[in-house]
Structure formats: C-alpha cells, structure tokens
C-alpha cells in the first residue's frame, strides 16, 4: 500500500476492487478486501429504515436486510459496561504493543471483536473477563456491505 498509488484486490482470478489504496482501505466494496487490506471486523447485523440493528449511529445506505458492518479496530472505543450505544461483551485478551494495546472481546459473535486504542504512560490493559462496550469513535467510517459475510 505504501508503493502504489493504485491497487487491484484479486480473488480466485478476478479483481475484487480497483482503486487509491487508503480508498480500499477505507471504502472497501467487500468483506473479502475490508480483511485481505489490514484487520477489520466483520459483523452481521440487520438493516431496516435507514438504520442498523444494534449499530446505533452507522447509517444503512442499502435496502432492508441482513447486511455485513465493516469496522476498523482503531475506529472503536472501550468503556466500562454500562447503558449506552455499541456491543457488550468481555474482554478475552490484551496485547499491549507500546503505544497502543490491542484487545479482543467476545461480543458472542462467531469472531472476537478486535479493538485498537491508544495507550496512556503507565496505564496497564484491562483485565481479562473485564465487562466492556465497545462502540464506533466515528461512526460514518463504517462500511455497510449488503452482502451476507459469508465466503470472507
């Protein structure tokens, strides 16, 4: 991504996505390119009138449906568990990487949730089995895919 200024996502011989690489990273068309570039969750969710079941603020600009949210790690951020928007669930590992810490929450989806936030000095990561929510920082960088999340 850092050579070209064009990329051409392939699969099984045919071009997925064509494009700038931050717009493949950022918009990226399928499932298949939102993991094949970087780490990305990958969640089914439902969309109706315009909005997503359980993704409070991320906008269903596709019809009525099961429909796949592309979330970034770094696009989510912890907080205790408590009323507001976004996933709860518990952590299940912590991987402190200098600046940042890298968790994995098991949201009850077939996959851990992987969430990337900054690391303050000092700070230690939080406790495994620690009661979380993790939500969208900027919601409208969430790709709504209509297609099912199978084949990834």
């Not at 996505?17 to 950022?26: A, M, V």
């Not at 990226?28 to 359980?54: E, K, Q, S």
Request: glycine fraction near 12%; charge should be neutral.
């Amino acid at each position: 991504m850092t050579l070209s200024d064009r990329v051409a996502v392939m699969r099984a011989g045919r071009i997925e996505q064509f494009g700038p690489p931050l717009e493949i990273y950022d918009r990226p068309r399928t499932a298949y390119v939102a993991t094949f570039i970087g780490r990305a969750n990958v969640l089914r969710a439902h969309a109706r009138g315009g909005r997503i079941d359980g993704v409070p603020g991320v906008p269903a600009l596709s019809p009525d449906g099961d429909v796949s949210v592309v979330v970034r790690p770094e696009n989510l951020v912890l907080s205790a568990d408590g009323p507001g928007p976004g996933w709860r669930g518990r952590v299940s590992f912590a991987s402190p990487q200098g600046a940042q810490i890298e968790y994995e929450v098991d949201i009850g989806a077939s996959e851990p949730l992987r969430v990337l936030v900054p690391r303050k000095v000092g700070e230690a990561p939080l406790a495994t089995g620690a009661a979380v929510r993790a939500a969208p920082a900027d919601p409208a960088a969430c790709v709504v895919l209509a297609e099912a999340a199978d084949g990834v």
